[in-house]
C-alpha cells in the first residue's frame, strides 16, 4: 500500500508556479477568468481600449465554440490572430484512457502536464448529465473508507486543469454548438459535480476560479444551481465558498458521533460535528441555495443502524437537506463492507419519514471501476506489475 502523509489533519500540497505555463513558454488562456484574461491580453501589448472587447470575443470562441486554434477566429484581424497564437496557447488535458459503460457512463483517465492523472466521470441520466469532476491529485486527507486517500499526495489542479475536464468531456460528447443548426436546449452535461478525488475546499483558488469560468453566460454557462461542490468539512472555507462561488453544497457527513465521524472523516479531529453543522446552518443564507445534501455512506456494521438513522435526523434538524445514501463502493484491502441492501433501505425509511429526502444512489459504471479512485489505482497496479514492482493495492 501507498505510505500515508505524516498527519491526516495538514494539508500538504506541493505548490505549483502560479503561471499557466502551455509548456513552450506560451500561456494557456484556459481557466484564465474574464478578468485575468483581460490582462493577458493587455500584457501581451493588444490596445487598452480594445482589451475588453478582445476577450469577450476570445471567451466566446473557446467556451461557447469550443476552438481550440486562433486562426480559426475570424472575427479578429489576422495580425491579432498571429499575436495570440505567438503569446498564448488553448490547451485541454489529454485523455489517456477512455472507458465507456454498459449503462453508459463514460470515465477518463486524464493526464496532466508532468505526468500525474485524474479521473472525470460522466453520468447520462434522463434529461441531464452531470460531469464528475477532480480537483487534486490524490487527497491529503486520510477518510478510511476511500480509495483516494491511501493514494500519495500529489498537488493541486490548476484552474486551467479543471476548467479542462469539462472541456475535454464537452469533445468526446460532441456538445459544441454547431452554426447555423438549431439550438438544442437538452444538455447532455448540465451539471457538474465536484466529487472526483481531491478536496475541492483544501484548492479553493483554482476551483472558484474553474466554477467562474463555466458559470459565466457567455460561454459553457452552467448556473450556479446546476454545480454541487463536495466537502469533507473544511469549515473555515464553507462560508467563503457560499461568498464566492455560490454553488450548491453536499458534504461528507458519514456519521452521526465524532467517535465515529473522527474515524471515517479524520478531519472531524479538527472540525467536528457541531463546528460544521454550525457552518452548514448559514450555508443556504449565505449562497441564496435551498438545501443541503448530507452524504452518508453506507459501511455495513459501523454507522448503518436506526439509531444512527434517528440521530442523524436529530442532528440536522432546521437545516433544509436532502440525505444521499450512497452504498459502499469496495475496493480491494477495504477496511469495510457494503451494508446489505435492507438495512440501507430501513435507514433511508427512518430518514424519509422524518421529512427529508434520502435517495439511495444507484451505483453507475461499475462494470469500469468508475468509483472514487478506482481507474487511476488499476492503471497503476498494472504498470507496477509491468514493472516489476509489486501488485500492492
Ligand atoms: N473530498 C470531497 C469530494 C470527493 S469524494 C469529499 O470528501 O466530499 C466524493 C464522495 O464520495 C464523498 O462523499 C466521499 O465520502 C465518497 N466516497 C469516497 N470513497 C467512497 C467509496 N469507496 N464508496 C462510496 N463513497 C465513497
Ligand atoms: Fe479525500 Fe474526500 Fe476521499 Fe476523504 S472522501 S480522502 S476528503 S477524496
Redesign the pocket.
Known amino acids: 500500500m501507498d505510505a500515508l502523509p505524516a498527519s491526516p489533519l495538514q494539508p500538504d500540497v506541493i505548490a505549483l508556479p502560479r503561471k499557466p505555463e502551455a509548456g513552450d513558454g506560451r500561456t494557456n488562456l484556459v481557466g484564465l477568468t474574464r478578468p485575468a484574461l483581460e490582462a493577458a491580453l493587455a500584457e501581451a501589448g493588444l490596445p487598452a481600449g480594445q482589451v475588453r472587447m478582445r476577450a469577450a470575443q476570445v471567451w466566446q470562441w473557446i467556451y461557447h465554440w469550443g476552438v481550440r486554434d486562433f486562426a480559426a477566429m475570424t472575427n479578429l484581424s489576422k495580425a491579432v490572430r498571429a499575436l495570440l497564437a505567438e503569446r498564448f496557447a488553448i490547451r485541454v488535458p489529454e485523455v489517456a484512457r477512455r472507458e465507456v459503460s454498459a449503462d453508459g457512463t463514460r470515465k477518463y483517465l486524464v493526464r496532466l502536464e508532468g505526468g500525474h492523472e485524474v479521473e472525470t466521470v460522466y453520468i447520462p441520466e434522463e434529461g441531464r448529465g452531470t460531469l464528475c469532476v477532480s480537483s487534486q491529485v490524490g487527497?491529503t486527507?486520510t477518510?478510511s473508507?476511500?480509495?483516494?486517500g491511501t493514494q500519495r499526495l500529489v498537488r493541486n489542479l490548476t484552474a486551467a486543469e479543471i476548467v479542462g475536464q469539462v472541456l475535454l468531456a464537452r469533445d468526446d460528447l460532441g456538445e459544441w454548438p454547431v452554426r447555423g443548426a438549431p439550438k438544442d436546449e437538452t444538455r447532455l452535461l448540465s451539471n457538474i459535480v465536484?466529487?472526483?478525488?481531491?478536496?475541492?475546499l483544501y484548492n479553493f483558488e483554482a476551483v472558484r476560479d474553474a466554477m467562474r469560468v463555466v458559470m459565466d453566460g457567455e460561454g459553457i454557462a452552467l448556473s450556479r444551481r446546476r454545480i454541487t461542490l463536495?466537502?469533507?468539512g473544511v469549515v473555515p472555507e464553507i462560508a467563503r465558498c457560499a461568498e464566492e462561488i455560490g454553488c450548491l453544497l453536499?458534504?461528507?457527513f458519514?456519521a452521526t458521533t465524532d467517535a465515529v465521524r473522527d474515524v471515517l472523516?479524520p478531519i472531524n479531529r479538527k472540525w467536528n460535528i457541531a463546528a460544521l453543522l454550525a457552518a452548514l446552518r448559514d450555508y443556504p443564507r449565505l449562497s441564496n441555495s435551498e438545501r443541503i445534501t448530507f452524504?452518508y455512506?453506507m459501511l455495513d456494521g459501523v454507522n448503518d443502524s436506526d439509531e444512527d438513522a434517528r440521530r442523524l435526523v436529530r442532528l440536522i434538524a432546521g437545516i433544509p437537506a436532502k440525505i444521499n445514501l450512497?452504498?459502499?463502493?469496495?475496493?480491494p484491502g477495504?477496511p469495510y463492507r457494503r451494508s446489505p441492501e435492507a438495512r440501507i433501505r430501513r435507514f433511508a425509511d427512518i430518514v424519509h419519514k422524518a421529512g427529508y429526502a434520502s435517495p439511495i444512489r444507484t451505483p453507475r459504471g461499475e462494470d469500469i471501476m468508475a468509483?472514487?479512485?478506482q481507474l487511476r489505482s488499476a492503471t497503476e497496479r498494472a504498470r507496477r506489475i509491468r514493472s516489476g514492482v509489486g501488485a500492492a493495492p
Open positions: 487527497c486527507l477518510c473508507f476511500c480509495h483516494t465536484l466529487m472526483g478525488m481531491g478536496e475541492p463536495s466537502t469533507s453536499a458534504v461528507s458519514h472523516v452524504e455512506v450512497i452504498p459502499f463502493n469496495e475496493w477495504a468509483a472514487c479512485g
